[in-house]
């Protein structure tokens, strides 16, 4: 017998379905391994109802449409964090209402950062601050709050993994700032899946961003991050909140940045720093002289460069080895460089400049646990390297900016204006530009510097040479 085709369709429709709980892939059977994101054992069974079609109807709302002219922006107003950096990515603070993702690696200071967000805002606001940690228990929290000395009588806490009781706590605090650490250890009665997996990431999401909007609550969701760096859970994570900001640092440096990938009210290519201590986080206005080395004498072998963080200038600095001669495939080490980039710039050297390389070990790293990826960084490597080579120093007042291409030609950067700024104020008095980007050509050179254009690898090997031999000559003043 034919079993006829609407119940067909309903059996198929009531069928439950399998689901990614890592990436929210849906294949077609259960497999072991997620074919989407390559995770083992992350495929579970969801229920999978059909929608019921209804006919919609119109209703009317409760706060009709007003001219936007008419509209008031006093409750949208950014109030200060406390924390200067913080808002200097935010864009002048934290926006009632706004819910921002801040992600970061483990270990990195998120919690011990937010932590004192909170009581900054507890101490300065005319709200308090909750701050809900769904990894640590109360008493943890507390030992780390008193050791930064982040205690304050409005500043509230609660070890909760629960989404209805997190809202009660919100109910009976009524704070201004809500910080949940992290969104992915909260869970969503009634909803499928494990805490951390995409259904319920997804579900507390949408009801923290609700209750944020509904009530002008200023909410930080703590998110973790892959092991490639990206926000863990479903991507439209990213497009359910208002600003997504990554927190970044390397254990062995004590520099902290704080990037600012999307922000719907402000810049969102702004950059915080940060320096880890014993008691706790602070701000670091003025980060450039963590990245340079202050040397009695001049010394081969190092050269200073002005690098872009979003649209803050840093002064960094580049240090070179060059070994000896030998046999065999020479290393090339870098660390904070691109070895790509040390490779590139090392042919070109040998090629264009007439340096022997090809049988040397180069060893080329940053200062401060610094990293540098633009290609900006490319004409002071090659500088320093250069100087290296031949154990003559440069010029401790030089800065060198510009890209290497690899017929030699020192090729045109953005922000050149910017970055002579930050290196005049630090007391840099000349630099190393590509052509087109002297005082000339952009804007009016920095008072007491002087600004060379140079057209090629080779006329930049001259000039700071030359600069080199006229500062020996005229000697200490």
Excluded at 59 to 71: C, E, K, L, M, Q
Excluded at 96 to 125: C, H, M, R, Y
Excluded at 406 to 431: I, K, S
Aim: with cysteine; aromatic share 2%.
């Amino acid at each position: 017998m034919t079993t006829p085709r609407s119940s067909r369709s309903a059996t198929k429709a009531s069928r439950a379905v399998v689901q990614c709980d890592a990436c929210g892939h849906r294949p077609p059977r259960w497999v072991g391994r997620c074919p989407e994101c390559n995770e083992w054992g992350s495929v579970i069974e969801i229920s999978a109802e059909p929608a019921a079609l209804r006919n919609m109807t119109a209703r009317v709302p409760s706060d009709p449409a007003r001219p936007i002219s008419t509209i008031s922006a006093e409750p949208a107003r950014r109030r200060p964090s406390g924390v200067a950096e913080l808002d200097r990515v935010l864009g002048g603070g934290l926006v009632p209402g706004a819910v921002i993702l801040f992600a970061g690696e483990p270990g990195v200071g998120k919690s011990t950062l937010l932590l004192d967000v909170a009581q900054q805002w507890a101490a300065n606001a005319d709200t308090p601050a909750l701050v809900i940690s769904g990894e640590e228990s109360a008493s943890q929290v507390r030992l780390r709050a008193e050791r930064i000395g982040a205690l304050h009588e409005r500043l509230y806490m609660a070890a909760e993994g629960d989404l209805t009781t997190i809202l009660g706590h919100v109910d009976a605090v009524q704070p201004g700032l809500l910080i949940i650490d992290s969104v992915q250890t909260v869970s969503s009665p009634g909803t499928d899946g494990v805490p951390g997996g995409v259904t319920q990431v997804r579900a507390v999401a949408a009801a923290l961003v609700a209750t944020a909007k509904e009530r002008g609550i200023a909410t930080v969701l703590v998110g973790h991050v892959t092991k490639d760096g990206t926000v863990a859970g479903p991507r439209v994570l990213e497009h359910l909140v208002d600003v997504v900001l990554n927190f970044e640092g390397d254990r062995h440096s004590s520099l902290r940045l704080l990037r600012s990938m999307k922000n719907r009210f402000g810049a969102a290519d702004e950059v915080g720093c940060f320096e880890m201590h014993e008691s706790g986080i602070a701000s670091l206005p003025d980060p450039s002289g963590l990245f340079i080395t202050r040397h009695a004498d001049a010394v081969p072998g190092t050269c200073v460069t002005v690098t872009m963080e979003g649209r803050r200038a840093l002064i960094a600095e580049i240090q070179a080895l060059v070994g000896a001669e030998m046999p065999g495939n020479p290393r090339r080490t870098v660390s904070g460089l691109d070895g790509a980039r040390l490779a590139m710039v090392l042919a070109v050297l040998q090629r264009r400049a007439r340096l022997k390389l090809h049988d040397r070990e180069v060893f080329a790293a940053t200062v401060g646990g610094m990293k540098i990826t633009e290609p900006a960084a490319d004409l002071a490597l090659a500088l320093a390297v250069a100087s290296a080579t031949h154990d003559i120093p440069l010029t401790p007042d030089l800065v060198a900016i510009g890209e290497v291409g690899l017929t030699g030609e020192v090729r045109r950067v953005g922000a050149v204006p910017r970055r002579l700024a930050e290196a005049a104020r630090l007391g840099y008095r000349m630099a190393l530009v590509p052509p087109g980007c002297g005082p000339n050509n952009t804007s009016k050179a920095p008072e007491g510097m002087r600004v060379l254009e140079v057209a090629d690898l080779r006329t930049a090997l001259h000039a700071a040479a030359t600069a080199y031999a006229q500062a020996a000559n005229e000697g200490p003043n």
